[in-house]
C-alpha cells in the first residue's frame, strides 16, 4: 500500500485553524494558554547543548492522570472535539480529534474508532497515517516557523494518560528558538543506505534515531524504519530487566525517534511523557516547575530512562 491512500482534505490546515477556533470559543478545549509561561533553556552536558522549553500551564490541572476502558472518552468522542469523522485507507480506522486539555493551540490526536490498546505498537496502517498527516501540515501550513511533530506514549510506564490508542500532534516552540537534538542527530545520517540508529554518546539516556528519506512513498519502507527503532529499545528494555515494555516515540516528517522508559513520574511528582523526550517540560503548578528548574530536565529525563547505550556493540541476541 502507498501512502498516497491517506489522502486529507484539501483544506485540511484550514478545516483544522477554524474548528480550532470555535471549539476554544465555546470552551470544548480547556486551555489557558494566555497565562501560559513558557521559558526556553540551554541545558549542557558533555560536548552537547540542547534546547529546553519549560512551561506552566495550569490548565493542565483539569487534566486526567490516568484514564480507563469503562469511561473512554474516545469511543464517542464529542462532535465539537472531532475535526475528521473518518480516516484512513479503504477501511477508514481514524477519527481525528482536538486533545480536550491542549498544550499548544489546536493540538490534536489520530485515534482508532473501535478500542484497540496504547500498550501496543504502531501498525503500519497507524504509521503512514500519521505521517501523511505530518506531511499534509507541512505542505498546508501558512507560517514557515510552525514545526509539527507526533508521539505516541505507549505502555504503562510512557507517560500515557488514556488506555485507547492514540497519537498526539502539536506545534514546537518556533523553529527560530528552539531546535530539538533528534532534529541534529539525523543529519548525520544517510537515508539512501540501511540505517544503524543514530544516539547522542553525551545524553544521559538510551535514544533510537533514524532518517526518514525525502522521496517516502512506501508504507513498507515506514513499517521497516520504524521496525528498527523498536528493535534497539526491546533490546534495551529486556537488558535492563525491564517488567513492562513501555516507551516514547516521535515522528516527524524528517526522523524517528524511540526512548525506552523505566518509570512514567520521576520521584512520584511529575509525569514525563514523549514531550519531555523533545526537550518539553510541561508544568502543571510552580512546585513542579521549581522542581523541575532545580533538578534539571537532563537529570529528570536520565532517571525516567534507561542509561545511554551509545558505547554498546549489537550482538546475535539482539532484536
Same mark, same amino acid.
Given at each position: 500500500?502507498?501512502?498516497?491512500?491517506?489522502?486529507?482534505?484539501?483544506?485540511?490546515?484550514?478545516?483544522?485553524?477554524?474548528?480550532?477556533?470555535? !471549539?476554544?470559543?465555546?470552551?470544548?478545549?480547556?486551555?489557558?494558554?494566555?497565562?501560559?509561561?513558557?521559558?526556553?533553556? /540551554?541545558?549542557?552536558?558533555?560536548?552537547?547543548?540542547?534546547?529546553?522549553?519549560?512551561?506552566?500551564?495550569?490548565?493542565?490541572?483539569?487534566?486526567?492522570?490516568?484514564?480507563?476502558?469503562?469511561?473512554?472518552?474516545?469511543?464517542?468522542?464529542?462532535?465539537?472535539?472531532? &475535526?475528521?469523522?473518518?480516516?484512513?485507507?479503504?477501511?477508514?480506522?481514524?477519527?481525528?480529534?482536538?486533545?480536550?486539555?491542549?498544550?499548544?493551540?489546536?493540538?490534536?490526536?489520530? &485515534?482508532?474508532?473501535?478500542?484497540?490498546?496504547?500498550?501496543?505498537?504502531?501498525?503500519?496502517?497507524?504509521?503512514?497515517?500519521?505521517?501523511?498527516?505530518?506531511?499534509?501540515?507541512?505542505?498546508?501550513?501558512?507560517?514557515?516557523?510552525?514545526?509539527?511533530?507526533?508521539?505516541?506514549?505507549?505502555?504503562?510506564?510512557?507517560? !500515557?494518560?488514556?488506555?485507547?490508542?492514540?497519537?498526539?500532534?502539536?506545534?514546537?516552540?518556533?523553529? +527560530?528558538?528552539?531546535?530539538?537534538? !533528534?532534529?541534529?542527530?539525523?543529519?548525520?545520517?544517510?537515508?539512501?543506505?540501511?540505517?544503524?540508529?543514530?544516539?547522542?554518546?553525551?545524553?544521559? @539516556? !538510551?535514544?533510537?534515531?533514524?532518517?526518514?528519506?525525502?522521496?517516502?512513498?512506501?508504507?513498507?519502507?515506514?513499517?521497516?524504519?520504524? +521496525?528498527?527503532?523498536?528493535?534497539?529499545?526491546?533490546?534495551?528494555?529486556?537488558?535492563?530487566?525491564?517488567?513492562?515494555?513501555?516507551?516514547?516515540?516521535?515522528?516527524?516528517?524528517?526522523?524517528?525517534?524511540?526512548?525506552?522508559?523505566?518509570?512514567?513520574?520521576?520521584?512520584?511528582?511529575?509525569?514525563?511523557?514523549?514531550?519531555? @523526550?523533545?526537550?518539553?517540560?510541561?508544568?502543571?503548578?510552580?512546585?513542579?516547575? /521549581?522542581?523541575?528548574?532545580?533538578?534539571?530536565?537532563?537529570?529528570?529525563?536520565?532517571?525516567?530512562?534507561?542509561?545511554?547505550?551509545?558505547?554498546?556493540?549489537?550482538?546475535?541476541?539482539?532484536?
Amino acid at each position: 500500500m502507498t501512502l498516497s491512500d491517506y489522502v486529507l482534505p484539501k483544506d485540511f490546515y484550514e478545516l483544522l485553524t477554524s474548528k480550532y477556533d470555535t !471549539a476554544a470559543e465555546n470552551k470544548s478545549v480547556l486551555f489557558n494558554g494566555e497565562s501560559a509561561v513558557n521559558k526556553i533553556e /540551554k541545558a549542557t552536558i558533555g560536548d552537547t547543548t540542547i534546547d529546553v522549553q519549560l512551561t506552566l500551564l495550569k490548565s493542565l490541572m483539569h487534566r486526567p492522570e490516568t484514564g480507563n476502558k469503562e469511561s473512554n472518552p474516545f469511543l464517542k468522542p464529542e462532535p465539537e472535539l472531532t &475535526i475528521i469523522d473518518e480516516y484512513g485507507s479503504k477501511d477508514k480506522e481514524f477519527k481525528v480529534v482536538f486533545n480536550k486539555f491542549p498544550v499548544v493551540p489546536k493540538h490534536f490526536m489520530l &485515534i482508532t474508532k473501535e478500542f484497540k490498546s496504547q500498550d501496543t505498537p504502531l501498525s503500519p496502517n497507524e504509521l503512514s497515517a500519521t505521517y501523511e498527516i505530518l506531511k499534509t501540515l507541512d505542505e498546508q501550513k501558512q507560517d514557515d516557523n510552525e514545526e509539527w511533530f507526533a508521539f505516541y506514549n505507549c505502555g504503562p510506564e510512557s507517560g !500515557a494518560s488514556q488506555p485507547h490508542k492514540h497519537i498526539q500532534f502539536m506545534t514546537l516552540p518556533s523553529k +527560530a528558538d528552539f531546535k530539538p537534538y !533528534a532534529g541534529k542527530l539525523q543529519t548525520t545520517l544517510n537515508p539512501m543506505s540501511k540505517q544503524e540508529p543514530a544516539q547522542n554518546k553525551d545524553l544521559p @539516556f !538510551a535514544h533510537f534515531v533514524v532518517q526518514i528519506p525525502d522521496n517516502l512513498e512506501d508504507e513498507e519502507e515506514l513499517s521497516e524504519l520504524f +521496525a528498527t527503532v523498536l528493535s534497539r529499545t526491546l533490546t534495551e528494555l529486556r537488558e535492563n530487566e525491564q517488567s513492562h515494555i513501555s516507551y516514547n516515540f516521535i515522528m516527524t516528517t524528517k526522523y524517528l525517534l524511540m526512548v525506552p522508559r523505566s518509570q512514567g513520574k520521576y520521584e512520584d511528582k511529575i509525569g514525563i511523557n514523549s514531550c519531555g @523526550f523533545q526537550g518539553l517540560f510541561l508544568c502543571k503548578n510552580e512546585e513542579l516547575l /521549581k522542581l523541575v528548574e532545580s533538578e534539571g530536565p537532563l537529570t529528570i529525563l536520565g532517571k525516567v530512562g534507561l542509561p545511554n547505550s551509545s558505547n554498546k556493540t549489537q550482538t546475535e541476541y539482539d532484536y
